[in-house]
């Protein structure tokens, strides 16, 4: 068994969790925070067997899409200790999604 650790965007939690629903996958989803943008995401958990883990791969591959978010500058930040951002804007690629392969000792459910 594996778990498959996937970061990615809020916008495709909705389609990922109908995808995994259609296809018999549980998965765990926890609201996380990208340290970067330190704007939301999304990171699923999935417990799977070995041999499917590829399958799970093709769904997220299929189902993330890669988007740019703009986000002030931090080079020109005021104060470095404040969120606080005056001048350009950058822009940011987000990948459809940022996912880990573990392995897993043993799995129980009680
Ligand atoms: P964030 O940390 O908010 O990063 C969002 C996007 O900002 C990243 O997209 C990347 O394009 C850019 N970025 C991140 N750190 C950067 C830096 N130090 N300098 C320049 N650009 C930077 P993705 O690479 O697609 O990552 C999307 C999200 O996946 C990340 O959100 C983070 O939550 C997670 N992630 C990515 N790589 C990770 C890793 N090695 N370990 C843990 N989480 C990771």
Redesign the pocket.
């Given at each position: 068994m594996k778990i498959v650790l996937a970061?990615i965007?809020d916008q495709d939690t909705h389609r990922l969790s109908k995808k995994f629903t259609e296809n018999n996958v549980r998965a765990t989803k926890l609201s996380?925070?990208?340290?970067?943008?330190?704007?939301g995401?999304t990171t699923f958990i999935i417990g799977i067997e070995d041999e499917r883990v590829d399958e799970v791969l093709e769904i997220i591959k299929e189902t993330c899409e890669?988007r740019e978010?703009y986000m002030p500058n931090p080079t020109t930040s005021i104060d470095p200790t404040i969120d606080t951002f005056i001048g350009a804007t950058i822009k940011?690629?987000?990948?459809?999604?940022?996912v880990?392969v573990l392995p897993v000792d043993s799995f129980h459910q009680f």
């Open positions: 970061i965007q996380t925070t990208g340290s970067f943008l330190k704007s995401n890669s978010q940011v690629p987000i990948g459809g999604a940022t880990f």
